[in-house]
């Protein structure tokens, strides 16, 4: 009994088809659980990281804030002068006005009686019984978050209509002899604590996919206030692990991590904690999309091999066919007849007929693999310089301000240290200028922000079009722009500055109207240790403009 023979076409086929479904079916569970797996990782240690850099900025913003109050303090103005004169309250009304948190900066004698303070307010109240005074006699004294009690009837009220909430931070004065003289005290309102999250949190990350909570020792919500005994914290939300996936009581599922405010310096640590979360469905979001993409994959790949497959079995088959009938023809008038071979593909049996043509069969495949081997060659050229295209790309927009199109402060950190080695290779100097928008906050507050960005953008389109092609501008921060001008003395730089300036000016803003800058110059020295010392100069003479008057340009004589 003959046994059942197949078509070359038909078992590649079946053998491969087959085969492809057995590997790539368990692949793909398999990738999809281990990217999950990887991914909630990830994600939980990204979150855990950010949780734990926010930390260390807030607590590092504490200290800064305390440290400021004791330097205060000790400065010897404030260790010899009367408690009620004009100039210490000219004294704290500038410090008060450098942080706009401050919403209250005061100094109160031994008996506890506010002798000056910012705006007057509080003066000549007793604060006696305020911890801040109290604990402000002994030492640098850091208070935890309450709400504004005696000055909350005399402060401006908050623009959300919410209660004010303060942090205290107080320092004693003690005269030249060491004589205790009273409390340095200042008020700072809670509502710092959005704008240092909204400087760390990543702008990539979309606003309402993380949620960034601070809590007191007693584990209640501090920030946002608006939580404030609405949101109760998991038990298992603990700081002795990196990040945890937990349901809260919302019954979302989060990835949470908690981590302390260390505060390890001359205050005291008021046990805050950092909770950032993310929801599981938010970071397995891209899990879906990636299944889609593998599934379709997988099924389009399926498609394209088992075509190719029929196709290369087809073209095999062909030929073999037509050398069996030639063999045949052989066969019929040949020395020599064909071999017998034991075989259910109907094709092998009859290359059988036809083994002579094995050279050529065996050529033909050797010249098809050497011209995949040229296109693969050719696709990774294409795909490498793609790559390159885009890293270039990549490059550019880490290096430029949205806003504006002018390069960012990463970019003029650069070409600051740039323009000071090129000097120092060449004794040629350069100028720097620190052009700051007057006024600018006033405005974002009168206006709105987008007339705000509006200004910016016409002022940066001025700064291009008046500059010189080899100068280099930049938006340093803020309302700030850093320009450097290569191989310029100090008189061309105020002949440029002033250009710059009469520009802005003449350029009237449609909403905002006259809009004006001030400006610092500076030249650069061999004296200068690096880049950044020209720069520190050209930002202390626009100090200096801005506290002169204003529209104007100030540098060294």
Not at 71 to 92: G, I, M, N, R, V
Not at 124 to 139: D, E, I, R, T, Y
Not at 286 to 305: E, G, K, M, P, Y
Not at 310 to 326: F, M, N
Request: aromatic share 8%.
């Amino acid at each position: 009994m003959s046994r059942r023979r197949f078509s070359i076409k038909n078992l590649m086929v079946l053998i491969f088809g087959g085969l492809a479904l057995t590997v790539w079916l368990p692949t793909y569970k398999y990738v999809t659980y281990t990217y999950i797996t990887q991914l909630v990782a990830e994600k939980g240690g990204s979150v855990h990281d950010f949780a734990a850099a926010l930390a260390a900025v807030i607590a590092d913003n504490l200290k800064e804030r305390q440290r400021e109050i004791v330097l205060l303090a000790q400065s010897p103005f404030f260790q010899s002068a009367s408690l009620e004169a004009p100039q210490l309250k000219e004294h704290l009304d500038r410090v008060k006005k450098s942080y706009p948190h401050y919403t209250w900066i005061g100094v109160a004698d031994i008996e506890g009686v506010v002798r000056t303070s910012t705006g007057d307010l509080l003066r000549g109240a007793s604060v006696k019984g305020h911890p801040w005074f109290m604990f402000g006699l002994a030492g640098s004294y850091l208070g935890d978050l309450h709400q504004a009690l005696l000055s909350s009837k005399q402060l401006p009220p908050s623009t959300e209509g919410e209660a004010l909430h303060l942090i205290d931070f107080a320092a004693p004065l003690v005269s030249p002899e060491g004589q205790l003289r009273g409390v340095l005290g200042t008020h700072a309102d809670w509502r710092w604590i959005a704008d240092v999250i909204k400087v760390v949190k990543p702008t990539e990350v979309p606003q309402s996919s993380l949620d960034i909570l601070i809590i007191n020792s007693e584990n209640r919500v501090i920030f946002p206030k608006r939580l404030d005994g609405k949101l109760k914290v998991p038990s298992d939300v603990r700081v002795d692990q990196p990040f945890g996936v937990t349901t809260w009581d919302d019954g979302v599922e989060y990835v949470s991590s908690m981590v302390n405010i260390d505060e390890q310096h001359e205050t005291k640590s008021m046990g805050w904690r950092i909770i950032v979360r993310q929801p599981t469905a938010q970071t397995l979001r891209d899990v879906d999309a990636l299944q889609n993409v593998i599934q379709a994959t997988i099924i389009f790949s399926i498609i394209v091999f088992l075509s190719l497959l029929w196709w290369g079995a087809t073209r095999i088959s062909t030929p073999l066919r037509q050398l069996s009938a030639q063999a045949r023809r052989i066969e019929r008038g040949a020395e020599t007849k064909p071999m017998k071979i034991n075989t259910m593909a109907l094709e092998v049996s009859e290359l059988a007929t036809a083994l002579f043509s094995m050279a050529a069969t065996l050529l033909d495949r050797k010249n098809a693999l050497a011209q995949n081997n040229a296109r693969l060659e050719e696709t990774v050229a294409i795909r490498t310089a793609e790559l390159e295209r885009a890293n270039r790309e990549l490059q550019r927009l880490a290096r430029n301000d949205a806003l504006t199109g002018l390069p960012n402060r990463l970019a003029a950190d650069e070409r600051l240290e740039t323009e000071f080695v090129r000097m120092k290779r060449s004794q040629k100097t350069y100028c720097v200028l620190m052009a700051d928008i007057d006024f600018f906050k006033s405005i974002n507050d009168t206006h709105g922000h987008a007339v705000g960005d509006q200004v910016l953008r016409r002022i940066a389109q001025t700064i291009k079009t008046t500059l010189r092609e080899s100068d280099f501008a930049a938006r340093f921060g803020g309302e700030e722009f850093l320009i450097i001008l290569p191989d310029t003395h100090q008189e061309v730089g105020r002949l440029v500055a002033e250009k710059l300036r009469r520009a802005v000016e003449s350029s009237a803003d449609p909403i905002a109207g006259n809009v004006t800058v001030s400006i610092g110059l500076a030249m650069s020295s061999p004296m200068h240790a690096n880049g950044y010392g020209v720069f520190q100069d050209a930002d202390s003479f626009l100090y200096q403009a801005k506290k002169t008057g204003r529209n104007r340009i100030d540098f060294r004589l």
